[in-house]
């Protein structure tokens, strides 16, 4: 018998999740706009305090499914070594963002997929995803009938062939059918994260629409890092793709209400539910 909604919420508790991918440092400089730079066309920047630093990437999607109740285990490197994201903010508006690339390849150790619920990637492309043992990983958890969920990057998806549901933007999979050799029919089935449109859920080659939730957006950063720990955990639990993507919508909806990466509380998707998934 399948779980409600409600059934599923309370699974999570219950949940031990692997993630692995590319964490990221998000750091916030607040400030204001003033006046016009005299040396060249461009804003004055002045910062009001110290910057904020909150967990981004893989960090984040670990971050939401600890919020969630789940417990996680992870591979990532050094808290030093993250790459890190410069945003500077006046308000709600993004001015400019400076990026500090960290390349970090993967050197895990041949972990047993088996004991956990569920297996996520975040792809960030700064190298985790390079790891010699993700095939080996995949194919265990495929066996084990362990849901392996992909946030991926670039064009080649072929190093998550066997996962359970891959979840791009429209941008990521505009790369990845551009590719030479797509990989699309090696997945069981495809989250496609269209923003304001939602989620758009593709198996066997047939497309159902699930809406977005959010009243307002102020940033959509970190959203895609919420819409993948929300289905991960809801899979793990039991739960259909289905459901797993109705539970997402309204995690990603509040996150958008947001300013600056942050996670989804467990209550906030429980009292929506309660609403009928009304916002």
Request: net charge negative; proline share 7%; charged share 20%.
């Amino acid at each position: 018998m399948s779980k409600t909604l409600p059934q599923l919420l309370e699974a999570f508790a219950g949940l031990k999740i692997l993630v692995t991918g590319d964490p990221i440092v998000d750091v916030y400089h607040f400030g204001r706009v003033t006046r016009v730079c005299p040396e060249a066309p461009v804003p004055v920047f002045v910062q009001n305090g110290e910057p904020e630093r909150r967990n981004g990437g893989a960090a984040n999607v670990r971050d939401q499914l600890e919020a969630l109740g789940c417990k996680t285990e992870n591979t990532f490197p050094l808290y030093g070594q993250w790459s890190e994201k410069h945003r500077y903010m006046v308000g709600h508006q993004l001015l400019l963002r400076v990026d500090d690339d960290k390349h970090n390849p993967a050197d895990w150790p041949m972990m047993d997929v088996r004991t956990y619920h569920a297996l996520v990637i975040s792809d960030y492309d700064k190298g985790a995803t390079q790891g010699t043992h993700l095939p080996e990983w995949i194919e265990a958890a495929r066996m084990a009938g362990i849901p392996v969920v992909v946030d991926p990057k670039g064009g080649d998806w072929e190093k998550y062939a066997g996962a359970t549901l891959v979840c791009p933007n429209s941008e990521e999979l505009a790369a990845h059918l551009r590719y030479p050799s797509p990989t699309w029919p090696a997945f069981a089935a495809l989250a496609i994260k269209r923003g304001a449109d939602g989620i758009e859920l593709c198996v066997a080659h047939q497309s159902t629409q699930y809406p977005a939730q959010a009243r307002h957006v102020f940033d959509v950063t970190g959203a895609g890092d919420t819409v993948t720990a929300v289905m991960t955990a809801t899979l793990a639990a039991g739960g259909t793709l289905g459901q797993a993507c109705e539970l997402a919508n309204i995690a990603a909806g509040y996150v958008v209400g947001e300013v600056g990466t942050t996670v989804c509380p467990l209550e906030h998707l429980r009292s929506t539910v309660d609403r009928g998934g009304k916002p």
